[in-house]
Structure formats: structure tokens, C-alpha cells
């Protein structure tokens, strides 16, 4: 029997594919082949950017409208993302205090005094409600 090229070579990736298959401890592979994502960083306190760092992005504190809590809500939720965000969203009370704790407990934002937190969710509930969906009917009325 006559082994050509092509068997040796079919052979031989099968014999690999079959090692690698069975292999799910992974200890053919070993670290270096595996793919490990990096660690995130803890985001950054809110920092006003006359005492210390700006935030990481180009918003201004005259993004956001007028109204009490509004410095406080800009260098809280500005240390991890823009205005725009903020913006886009129209939430109830409930939902803005969700939101709020979500990004506590798993975006590790670092812990806001009780005190300040009612003042960014009040701030927040006035400034961005919850939208209506659709248009009114003009015949409802």
C-alpha cells in the first residue's frame, strides 16, 4: 500500500484536530494560547475640573439643563460617561433609582452620600421624565 502526500497530511491534521478535541483541561494549550481579556479599572470618582482631573470626555456643565442638583449630577454621572446618555433617557422615579443602583453594584461606581443621590435622582426625574410614546391622538380629545 502506497501512502501519498495528501494521506500523511489529512493523517496528521486529523490526529492534531482529535488531541485538541479531547483536550478540555486545556493543558496542551497552556496559557499562553488562550485568550484572557484585561482587567477594567474601577472608573473614576467624580472630580470637578477646576480642583483636580476633567472628566474623560468633552461635555461642559452647561450641557445639561438648568436646575437644582445640577453640578452634582454632572461630575457624578460625567466621571464614567457623556451628557448625551443622560440625555437620551427618560425614566420614571422608579426607573432612574434602578438605574442608579445598577451602576453602583455592577459598574462599581463609587458610593454616593444618601443626601447627594436624592438630589441627582430628583434632578434627574425633573429635568428628563418619561417620554410619551407616539403621537396624542387628536381625535381622543
Avoid at 490526529?15 to 484585561?38: I, N, Q, S, T
Avoid at 433609582?97 to 453602583?104: D, Q, R, Y
Wanted: charged share 30%; aromatic share 8%.
Amino acid at each position: 500500500m502506497r501512502i501519498t502526500m495528501t494521506h500523511a497530511v489529512v493523517g496528521t491534521l486529523t490526529a492534531v484536530f482529535l488531541l485538541l478535541a479531547a483536550d478540555r483541561a486545556g493543558e496542551l494549550r497552556k496559557d499562553k494560547y488562550v485568550w484572557v481579556p484585561p482587567a477594567r479599572p474601577a472608573p473614576a470618582a467624580a472630580v470637578d475640573p477646576e480642583k483636580g482631573k476633567p472628566p474623560p470626555h468633552n461635555d461642559q456643565l452647561e450641557d445639561l439643563p438648568e436646575g437644582k442638583g445640577r453640578d452634582i449630577t454632572f461630575y457624578t454621572c460625567t466621571a464614567c460617561h457623556g451628557v448625551a446618555l443622560i440625555k437620551s433617557q427618560g425614566m420614571s422615579r422608579e426607573l432612574w433609582e434602578n438605574s442608579f443602583e445598577l451602576m453602583l453594584t455592577r459598574h462599581r461606581m463609587p458610593p454616593v452620600k444618601d443626601g447627594e443621590r436624592a438630589e441627582i435622582i430628583d434632578y434627574l426625574v425633573e429635568q428628563f421624565p418619561p417620554r410619551q410614546r407616539g403621537r396624542e391622538n387628536p381625535f381622543l380629545k
